[in-house]
């Protein structure tokens, strides 16, 4: 009985046993490639020419589907996790953490309730607890894993400003706190997160050094009257640069005017595990929410971001989803991570990290974190000693950003065509201030001095 659709396509058959076996069989090449190769983009007409009809009624069958990804589609995608992909913020998750993902994905775990996913919501809140120890949150600090950053970002402020509102409710003030105050140095995700929630972005400027200070966030906000803003967000990294807001100051402002403080730790958070930086978060440990994306500088793979809370009851007013089939999940105390973030139904996306994080000791983060930290200051010292580059900041953490003195943006748009090109590196041109500029992000620990030199070379021919 049963259509033979299902018997095909449900059933554990000899065919399925093959078929896991090449699929445990790529994966565990393309994890031991030692290095992986860069690959190139593709254009959609060369794909089209390759895999435009693949989706067809009566399909091809796992194997050739599996063919098709290795042979053409694998290949033009770059593997961010190789040691001279320095653009963006790359990814270079344990071999532990990539490979768990897999059982995540065969587990059919939902993630989203305790009810149906406790052993795998304890294990990610055990990760979360780290992360929070890091912080210096206190005991009752909580939230959940969600895709990245922006989400992230975006749940913080969706958050406070809930709670900004119930208490200019509960004053009968008439204001609707509707501001974010940051500086030009934020996320874009931060402008996008307004975007969404319609809400203005009021710039603060930075100091000397680039960052967000307790004196000139003041000034803001007292000039356009801190009842109208909902939170303030300051950066432990950020993206373009590297830099560290003063936290501590700016907790300071934040709590003599009673307004909701985030700290994006998106990049730079991973920082906090490594003694050598751990000064410089100076004030975190105040903040009300603080994010961190496991898929930046703490190996694990994409996509994960850990979003925390002091009080995580103001995260939950502000985003548990009311429906009669969800009753029966919120009538009970239980933590169900889905009520602190934007979405509803979630992948248990913190468990690759947990089980990195249980199988190799918090240490290996910690020398991993500091591995990548001097390679980037062997980087700085390099560009330092070079006449022909120069650094646009001393780096706080890993990201270091520089100019090739002489260059034009073609320029530098030509070398890193060059690199690509030629499977070198990937190293994409920044700007600052409207300045092109070079800039390396390195959170690879398999990223040695010997990559850096030899991209500094690279520079200087011709
Ligand atoms: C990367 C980044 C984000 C956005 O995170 P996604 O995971 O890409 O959504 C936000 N803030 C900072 C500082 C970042 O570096």
Not at 56 to 83: K, M, N, T, V, W
Not at 154 to 160: E, F
Not at 229 to 245: P, Q, R, S
Request: aromatic share 8%; hydrophobic share 45%.
């Amino acid at each position: 009985m049963g259509c033979p659709y299902t018997r095909r396509v449900h059933r554990f058959t000899e065919d399925t046993a093959e078929l896991g076996r090449s699929i445990l069989r790529y994966a565990a090449e393309r994890l031991s490639l030692d290095p992986v190769p860069l690959d190139f983009s593709r254009t959609v007409e060369e794909l089209d020419a390759v895999a435009g009809g693949a989706i067809s009624s009566e399909g091809i069958g796992g194997q050739s589907a599996l063919r098709l990804f290795e042979e053409e589609l694998a290949l033009a995608c770059l593997s961010i996790d190789h040691p001279r992909y320095l653009s963006f913020i790359p990814c270079a998750p344990t071999r532990e953490a990539a490979m768990f993902d897999l059982v995540v994905g065969a587990s059919s775990i939902y993630a989203g309730s305790w009810l149906e996913g406790a052993g795998a919501v304890y294990a990610e809140n055990q990760a979360l607890r780290w992360i929070a120890d890091l912080a210096g949150m206190p005991e009752g600090a909580g939230g959940g894993f969600v895709q990245g950053g922006t989400i992230g970002n975006l749940s913080a402020l969706v958050a406070a400003r809930a709670t900004a509102r119930a208490n200019a409710a509960r004053s009968r003030d008439d204001a609707r706190p509707y501001r974010v105050a940051a500086t030009a140095g934020s996320h874009s995700s931060i402008a996008s997160a307004c975007e969404v929630m319609d809400a203005e972005l009021m710039p603060v400027r930075l100091d000397a050094q680039l960052r967000l200070t307790g004196d000139a966030l003041r000034e803001v906000l007292l000039r356009e009257g801190p009842e109208t803003f909902f939170a303030v967000v300051a950066t432990a990294g950020t993206t373009n640069l590297g830099v560290i807001d003063d936290l501590e100051s700016v907790a300071a402002v934040c709590q003599e005017l009673g307004i909701w403080f985030h700290v994006d730790g998106a990049y730079g958070g991973a920082g906090l595990a490594a003694p050598s930086v751990r000064d410089r978060y100076k004030g975190v440990e105040q903040c009300d929410s603080f994010i961190v994306d496991p898929h930046k500088w703490l190996f694990a793979p994409f996509d994960c971001c850990a979003l925390l809370y002091r009080d995580p009851a103001l995260a939950r007013a502000a985003h548990t989803q009311h429906a009669s089939y969800l009753d029966v999940l919120n009538e009970t105390p239980d933590w169900n991570p889905t009520d602190y973030s934007v979405g509803l139904t979630r992948r248990a996306r913190g468990l690759p990290f947990w089980f990195s994080l249980v199988a190799n000791g918090t240490d290996a983060y910690t020398a991993a974190i500091e591995q990548t930290l001097e390679v980037a200051r062997y980087a700085a010292d390099q560009i330092n000693q070079r006449p022909y580059v120069e650094l646009v900041r001393e780096p706080d953490l890993s990201v270091v950003a520089f100019r090739r003195v002489g260059w034009s943006p073609q320029d530098y748009q030509q070398w890193s065509d060059g690199l690509l090109q030629r499977q070198e590196a990937f190293v994409v041109p920044s700007s600052h201030d409207g300045e092109t500029i070079a800039r390396f992000a390195i959170v690879n620990p398999n990223t040695t001095r010997e990559d850096i030199a030899a991209i500094l070379d690279s520079m200087n021919a011709a």
